[in-house]
């Protein structure tokens, strides 16, 4: 087993693990990390998303029977050194209420692209309630970026609401590869989201090689498959191949789970595999979805 890959694998792992070990945050920090498209360019873009609960925000009067909360996210990618190679702070700003005790109070949600040189990070995200200074929250989750030449190689898996879909929208944050993403924010499934979507992308492989697409859904602590699918896909020439799939959620209970995308050739070889993990809570709300940050 490569390097490259068991790196790589263990950031999936990583990510199970931060899933349920985040769940009391009230913030909520999702990273995806993808070859950059220039080859040459030794490096990947990194893809940000970050989830904030209103529950906890605290509602200034801003006039009669008005009232609105809002939070400043600090973001940075911190290498193992200590180096910081990227700041930003993003203020969100959730949906004037006239009654703060009877509204539901929604997650809010917003999404970065970066592009990171190849190495090790740490992503931090800090929340501060601009109302209440006491409320603060900070997580950080461990990316490595590192995309190689050689061995079939799969990126992230992108955890979304609906179908990839094509767009003839102005490229943007939500667009890859031609294709319109919308995120599963936080990796929740609540209310009304029966169905999972994901995305991802495969590298170096052979172009034209007949592929088998094989993914299936776990509990955290399981070890039987809850749901499986498949699909099949032909490795592209000259850019990556795009894996997409999607299974029923209807009649999954609530609980963390943990989604397994694999890749398999003609030959029933295992190619690559990735992991991400999820949320299913049916009583819940999600939030509307990722928005361009301010």
């Known amino acids: 087993m ?32 993808f070859r950059n498209d220039d080859i040459a360019v030794k490096g990947g873009v990194v893809e940000i998303y970050v989830t904030v609960s209103g529950k906890n925000l605290t509602y200034q009067r801003r006039g009669p029977k008005l ?32 009654d703060t005790t009877a509204a539901i109070k929604n997650p809010l949600s917003f999404q970065k692209r970066i592009s990171l040189p190849e190495g090790r990070y740490t992503l931090r995200a800090h929340m501060r309630d601009q109302y209440r200074a006491a409320n603060v929250d900070i997580v950080e989750v461990p990316v490595i970026v590192e995309f190689g030449v050689g061995k079939p190689l799969l990126s992230s898996v992108v955890l979304l609401s609906r179908p990839a879909s094509r767009s003839a929208v102005e490229a943007n944050n939500f667009i890859r590869n031609g294709l319109s993403l919308t995120r599963a924010a936080g990796g929740l499934y609540a209310r009304g989201m029966d169905k999972l979507y994901f995305y991802a992308e495969l590298y170096n492989a052979p172009a034209g090689q007949a592929l088998n697409v094989r993914y299936r859904l776990r509990a955290l602590k399981g070890s039987k498959d809850v749901t499986t699918g498949q699909a099949s896909a032909t490795a592209a020439q000259g850019k990556p191949t795009v894996v997409t799939g999607e299974l029923d959620l209807s009649k999954v209970p609530a609980g963390d789970y943990s989604l397994s995308v694999e890749i398999r050739n003609s030959k029933n070889q295992v190619l690559s595999t990735q992991t991400t993990s999820l949320r299913r809570n049916p009583a819940d709300y999600a939030p509307a979805g990722a928005v361009m940050p301010r």
């Open 2 to 33: 490569s390097f490259l890959f068991r790196a790589l694998l263990l950031l999936g792992v990583l990510g199970v693990s931060m899933g349920s070990a985040t769940a009391q945050h009230q913030v909520r920090l999702d990273v995806a990390s």
């Open 67 to 98: 009232f609105q909360a809002a939070a400043n996210v600090t973001l940075e990618a911190v290498r193992n050194d200590g180096t910081a190679v990227y700041q930003e702070t993003v203020t969100l700003k959730p949906p004037v209420l006239r």
